[in-house]
């Protein structure tokens, strides 16, 4: 019986070279700007609606995790990022002060077009423009 290791397997190492050469912050910037930094229609966990919400523009992201998936019909790839804005003002204070503004899960297809998204955000935070 032939012993299967994917810890030494090509498509772990292209992963791991695809997602070292990935720019998140201009992935997820690119993403913000198709809507104007804008999620419409966003529920939160305790069902309540928001019409919109508008993202400060000083946002900066981090990627968490990745992840593949795998149907019987398409594969895809899932990025989930941190995403922390500091308050403009001028001081050296501010990028330490950065303020947890919630998660954001990207999908994309197997040639990085995008499929879906998820938002949990800090509906709390003072850096949230909300609109009900």
Not at 41 to 70: A, C, F, H, M, N
Request: aromatic letters at 10%.
């Amino acid at each position: 019986m032939t012993k299967l290791e994917l810890r030494n397997h090509q498509v772990w190492r292209d992963l791991s070279e695809i997602l070292e050469n990935l720019d998140a912050n201009a992935l997820v910037k690119q993403h913000l700007e198709l809507s104007d930094y804008k999620i419409c229609g966003y529920w939160d966990e305790q069902d309540k609606y928001y019409e919109t919400i508008t993202l400060p523009r000083t946002l900066k992201v981090k990627l968490v995790s990745s992840s593949i998936g795998v149907t019987h019909k398409e594969r895809f790839l899932q990025l989930k990022f941190f995403l922390m804005a500091s308050a403009v003002d001028g001081t050296q204070t501010a990028s330490k002060n950065a303020q947890n503004l919630g998660e954001l899960v990207l999908i994309y297809n197997e040639n990085l077009e995008f499929i879906d998204e998820n938002w949990l955000l800090d509906i709390d935070s003072s850096m949230l423009e909300i609109k009900l």
